[in-house]
């Protein structure tokens, strides 16, 4: 189920330019959505994209065909190419100003072979093969709200990563500009899906008024007695879950959690398995939290074309010692049942809502799994002419933002998911310890 990577590579990269749009855009000022505005959505956020050689592409350059799609593209997304300002109560406006977003040209010593035959994070030398937003900047001010880097292979194939301002579009907002990229780059003459703005769909209603409890953004209760490691200590392994692993792992499940998603079966486990590696003090408090994308429970329907952010966070609260001393089935049904309650009609409305309430909102503080579920995002479907990406996602699966918080993206790969970790590695040794002992302590199919 382990997977560990170790490659070193060269990666030269030409000095970055400033793409802008192709045609000249119109000037003006686009306010966020509520949703967008989020504390914790206020940053930068990296993805890669790796594709393999293709023979019919002989003799054409990946960077030239996707600088000129880039190009194209900002012409329909313009408010990309422009530059984020914060206006009074902390409202976020896009001066939409053409100026472009960043570009680097790169060629890396290695094939797509060197990154092994599963093309799931931890990737070696993912820093080089990505850019950064410059250091001591804010998110707001002249720094563009895009940067991307094309890095080409040995092999003929190459690879194509962004790092983007994630106030103005979610993974699948993400995706459907890169969709944009790709069809341009064949030959389209527009997108055939076009953008839509339209952020004041999301925002509040007046007055605003809570629905639920909205636990992610409470205090929580006492401190963290769990091992507090520098980051430089901490290692990162991904596990991959089987479809016929994660069969197994259900029928261990009672009758009435026998139709949990692959996704609820999963993150019941890993999470598990992290707090007891955490060695959390049995009263501690520790939280569960999941990013869903939300599109299809928004009523009436956002614009197929909407491009912001359209998410939700769906919460499990207990104690460690309750976690960790019951049985798979009780992380599972926590799971199960707080993404039932963010799923209802009224929960996108109700955490718009409490933008306004509560602000400024960061997320809860101390022993807080955080996931969010790329599994169906799309980001590899972005076809330049190469085809489909063999990965399209994150190039890094897991992070510590502060304390015993860990965030995890998950990620799809054949018929199962991968589930990245970053963890101490003695805590990583009793996270892969107690994985084995469920695992091997789930039943086997009678058919088989």
């Not at 690879?159 to 030959?187: P, Q, Y």
Request: proline share 7%; aromatic share 10%.
């Amino acid at each position: 189920m382990e997977s560990t990577k170790r490659l070193t590579l060269r990666v030269t990269r030409k000095t970055p330019e400033l793409l802008c749009p192709e045609k000249s855009t119109p000037y003006e000022f686009k306010f966020l959505s509520d949703i967008d505005e989020q504390t914790f959505i206020r940053k930068y956020v990296k993805t890669i994209n790796f594709y393999k050689k293709n023979p019919t592409m002989k003799g054409k350059d990946p960077v030239k065909i996707i600088r000129e799609a880039i190009g194209k593209a900002l012409v329909f997304y313009y408010p990309l190419a422009g530059r984020l300002r914060e206006c009074a109560g902390r409202k976020l406006v896009v001066e939409c100003t053409g100026q472009g977003v960043v570009f680097v040209e790169a060629d890396a010593d290695a094939t797509l072979q060197h990154f092994g035959n599963a093309l799931y994070p931890p990737f070696p030398n993912s820093d080089e093969l990505t850019l950064d937003v410059p250091r001591n900047r804010e998110i707001f001010g002249d720094i563009p709200l895009m940067f991307i880097q094309v890095t080409r292979l040995k092999c003929g194939g190459f690879i194509f990563s962004t790092c983007f301002n994630h106030t103005m579009c979610d993974g699948t907002g993400l995706s459907k500009f890169l969709s944009a990229v790709g069809e341009l780059a064949r030959g389209a003459a527009f997108p055939s899906i076009r953008p839509v703005w339209d952020r004041d769909l999301l925002n509040v209603s007046q007055p605003p008024c809570l629905s639920f409890a909205h636990r992610e953004y409470d205090a929580g209760t006492g401190t963290s007695s769990g091992t507090h490691v520098p980051l430089d200590q901490m290692v990162e392994r991904s596990f991959y879950f089987s479809s016929a692993e994660i069969s197994a792992l259900r029928r261990s499940l009672p009758p009435h959690l026998q139709r949990c998603s692959k996704f609820e079966i999963v993150a019941g486990c890993a999470w598990r398995c992290q707090t007891i590696a955490l060695s959390l003090k049995p009263d501690e408090e520790v939280r569960f939290i999941g990013v869903m994308d939300n599109r299809k429970k928004i009523k009436p329907p956002l614009p197929v074309g909407y491009y912001g952010n359209v998410i939700a966070l769906l919460v499990a609260t207990t104690t460690a010692g309750e976690l960790s001393k019951n049985p798979l089935h009780y992380a599972v049904e926590l799971v199960r049942n707080t993404k039932h309650e963010a799923s209802t009609d009224e929960y996108p409305g109700s955490m718009a809502d409490l933008m306004v309430i509560k602000d400024p909102l960061s997320l809860t503080a101390g022993n807080t799994y955080i996931v969010s579920n790329l599994t169906h995002m799309g980001l590899e479907q972005m076809d330049v002419g190469w085809g489909t990406a063999g990965y399209g996602g994150v190039p890094k699966g897991s992070y510590w933002p502060t304390g015993n918080n860990q965030v995890s993206w998950y990620l799809g790969f054949m018929d199962g998911i991968v589930v990245p970790v970053c963890l101490p590695l003695e805590s990583m040794k009793v996270f892969e310890k107690h994985l084995q002992v469920m695992m091997t302590a789930a039943p086997i199919s009678s058919s088989l």
